[in-house]
């Protein structure tokens, strides 16, 4: 016998089918929300360990901070001791140079000239006396330059011939004359000069004293 199925099998199956397919979005939907769940807290435990962090960071950078602080201030304490370090060997220096700066015109002064005046301002020094010649002059401008351990830069401001002496001494073979020298500090020279000079210029500044005023009044 022929069995025939009146059924409408085609409306069962695309229930069926409509079925699964909600069943399976469904369950598509539960997985999603699982997984976005799980994301969600995995995200929320490394945010949480990540500002862990960052608490620790931000009490390291305080810590460091008060660390600069305390150096800064360190450095500011050693900067102004430094300065009153630099002041009192500036004041011991300057103390010193008038020794050095006679015993260097004595000891660079050739034969034949008179010193008259020494005025100093600062590192600048004006020398002012009297020459026999002009080739005496030249060779004290290149003593002081080529020589000298304490005056450079000498410059010639002036020469002439010297003009007749209240006293009746006749200057007319005499030129008068002024320059212009630096005088050197000890932090501007090398070790070995300012160490080999500085004992002889302590040691002869009686000598150079006696010298330059000896010369002073000859002239």
Sequence with gaps: MILIN???HREEKRRLRKQAFFVGLGLSVVAGAVIVALWYAVQLRMMATQQSRNEILTSAIHKLDDEIKDVSALKAEIDSLKARQRAVEDLQTDRNMPVYLLNELVAQTPEGIYLTSIHQNGESVTVAGFAQTNERVSE?????????????????????????????RDNKRLFDFSMKVSLKRPGEMSPAASGASAPAGSASGVKASSTAASAATKS
């Design 6 to 8: 009146l059924l409408p």
């Design 140 to 168: 004290f401008l290149r003593n002081t330059n080529a020589r000298s351990t304490w005056l450079e830069h000498p410059e010639l401001v002036e020469i002439k011939a010297a003009a007749p002496g209240k006293d009746g």
